[in-house]
């Protein structure tokens, strides 16, 4: 698979075009412009989807809480984002991330709702579990199902390139990308190498490949 070469994460978002023809070396380059220029401004944009409650207090701020999660039932109504979800929905995005990741606490809960509200908010077309269920994968996939401390990034990486790249490239393509890729690379990629695969992968996909 083309993807396989592009996990060296080397900044080098063309490298499956490097041993081919003149025309297909013009593509490496110009990809690698778009990289250049591109990635920077999905670099740059806000973590932040969307305004943060202005009615919680700073000592309940979901966004910085600590507190372990084990089961959920019974979560702070603040983690309904201000009823972006219903509490019923929070948890079960909850249970969706116990299933799968180590290390949950009340923070996690509200930046992966965060996401997924944010994600359907810009256009992408799934119920928000799948959403969730989409987001999880990929965070397994790469390894971080027990690094609580990566898991927003990893999810600004996804949502970051959906909106720059204007919805090219699905959270569940990245999925097939990641699934089609050595174990091991997939693992070592970090968020900077996964944004230089989605880029690359917007290329691919508008030249029919």
Known sequence: MPYQNCTKDNGNAGAALKNSGTGR?????VVIIFAAFGITAIYN????YMPQSSTVATAQDPYQDTTPVTQCDGLPSSL???NAFSWSQTANICRQMLRTLDGIR??????????????RNK?????YLQVAKELIEIIRLRGLYNKPDRWKDANDVIYGTWVALNGSV?????????????????RALSDDGLRRIIVYAKQQNQSGN
């Open 123 to 127: 256009g992408y077309d799934a119920d």
């Open 106 to 119: 009340r923070k996690d809960i509200a930046n992966f709702s965060l996401a997924i509200w944010s994600m």
């Open 170 to 186: 699905s959270a569940k393509q990245v999925i097939a990308i990641l699934r089609n890729t050595d174990e091991q690379r997939a």
């Open 25 to 29: 070396a013009i593509l490496a380059i």
């Open 45 to 48: 944009m806000s973590p932040r």
């Open 80 to 82: 309904s984002l201000d």
